[in-house]
């Protein structure tokens, strides 16, 4: 028993690895127990540190790697050449078995480069420093995810809520005006008539929603799904006041209709309303509909698919996307460099502008730091010549990268979304902030040519159409005016002045003035909520465009630096 819990125990004298300290913890202990140089740095390989705790040479490395970039001032590496150990080691007479063989004229063993990485004595400390900062900043991109979340369910229910309101306020100013109409004719022949004219007005109303409705794709280019259903759904309500119920061809008629509108839901008809083709019946045809469906998908988009992108930008698995794109630009990047150097390998500088942090120069302390993350995410290894610098000189080949890529992802780097314009306009324009053309062409540098640098494209607003942004914000001066004249329109002195308060000694016949004063308060109350959503709607977009700026001046400086890293190398 005991020598099974000793077996178990981790490499340290410590717990096991499923019980004991955090990785982080236990690559910090042996880094803490290394052997100091002449300088008085601690002195760690890849291999020590896989000897000591397990992991593979690979893993270490990258491990390593990461410390080093977290501790950044005074941690460094350099390469060392270490003679492969011949089998049974020296002689018994104390000399060299290889020099023996040296002298015979048997071929040496070849000597390797290792790579040895420094770190100073406070690096413990400088690596938690670094760790805490990480973890906070996890933590509150963490925290913002779920306020973004949280205020997207807010704003998208005082969307809803308000449009709906502001729509039955709409019906009942109409309703109230047709009353007051009715009322003020003095006769019944005169009422009978104005009843006949709304009537007539009601059923052109009807005819013009439901024409929106069945048609209304070839107007909008089929943008507007959820209005249509809305008008359509309209139209059917109309119905209901536009004839008699107690007739029994009333709902035929509209049992008719409802028919249609659901073969119109369904996708199936004629000309603009779908197309019906015998390859859709017969064989293939589910795959024929399912291809054109997600085809056309990014292209029909609802007004609160619209409304959501308005009020808080792109998706983020868009973001997700684009930091992968990234390492494939990087990888690509690698293959040509190393493609050019006649198997010389990589050196840090060379990769500098093509880092997320460019540092101010290229002698910075973090210069290091941010090219070897590169190195360790592609595994690279260093050169095997005894020219080899040290520092931001150090030369790596990456021998998976140049034997499994295709040289193919080379020549499409000119159409990468990283690869610098052609045409450089500096800052870019507000317009191209706000929305972002599908077919909009930043440029790219020619196909003969490696990219420079990794350029970053400033960040938008949205990434809507012109067409779709105008909606957008036409909708939101439409919420905010609508409620704005509503809530003018039930305030006293208003066209649908509300009983806030009730006279003294007098009550309403048939009436209970306290409760009707409560009941216009409160609606006042509603009407002042949802005008806050509505102006909230137009307000968040405007915060979130500062914000954009802001990031957009980051990324053109970041940008400049990397530029700067080419123009100092020219």
Known sequence: MEEESESESDPLGGPSAGGGPPLDDRILTV?????????????????????????????????????????????????????????????????????????????????????????????EGLARRSRRSSD????????????????????????????????????????????AMARGGGDGHHRNGLMHRVRYLSLQLRSMLWLYAICGSAVDGNQDPFLREVAGDAALMLSLFCGNPMHPFFWFRV????????????????????????SNGNGGGTWNEERRSSSSSAEQRGLLSMAVEFLFGPEGDEQQQQELEKWKFRAAIILALSSSTGGQGVALRDLLPYVD???????????????????????????????????????????????????????????????????????????????????HDFGGTPSAEVPEYLHERPHVLTRMSREDFGRCVLLGILNLVGLVWVKSAVMPGGLLQLPTSFARGKRRRGGNPELAAAASWLVIRVLSILRFYAGFFLLLPIMRLVVVLIRNHFVARRNDRRRAFVRANI
């Open 31 to 123: 880094v803490r127990l290394a052997r100091k140089d002449a300088d008085g740095l601690r002195r760690v390989t890849p291999a020590h540190l896989s000897s000591e705790l397990g992991l593979s040479v690979e893993d270490a490395t990258r491990e390593l790697c990461g410390l080093l970039a977290a501790v950044g001032s005074g941690a460094g590496f350099v390469f060392e050449r270490v003679e492969m150990p011949t089998v049974g080691g020296d002689a018994p007479d104390g000399t060299n078995e290889s020099a023996g063989n040296e002298s015979e004229g048997k071929a040496v063993p070849p000597a390797a480069t290792a790579m040895v990485f420094t770190f100073p004595d406070d690096f």
């Open 255 to 278: 049992g008719g209709m409802r028919r249609r509108w659901a073969r119109v839901r369904r996708g199936r008809g004629w000309g603009g309303v779908g197309l019906s083709s015998w």
């Open 357 to 439: 942090g460019p540092p101010v120069s290229a002698e910075s302390a973090s210069a290091v730091g941010e090219t070897i993350r590169i190195v360790a995410y592609f595994n690279g290894r260093p050169v095997e010549s005894a020219e080899n610098g040290s520092g931001i000189d150090s030369r790596f080949c990456f021998p998976e990268i140049v034997s499994e890529m295709d040289y193919q992802k080379v020549m499409a780097l000119a159409d990468s979304e990283f690869s610098p314009p052609i045409f450089e306009s500096g800052r870019a324009d507000l317009t191209t902030i706000l929305y972002r053309e599908e077919s």
């Open 136 to 179: 906070w900043k996890r933590r509150l991109s963490s925290s913002a995810a779920a306020l973004a979340r949280a205020l997207k369910v807010f704003t998208a229910f005082g969307l809803v809520i308000s449009l709906a309101v502001l729509i039955v306020a709409a019906i009942c100013v109409l309703a109230a005006a047709l009353v």
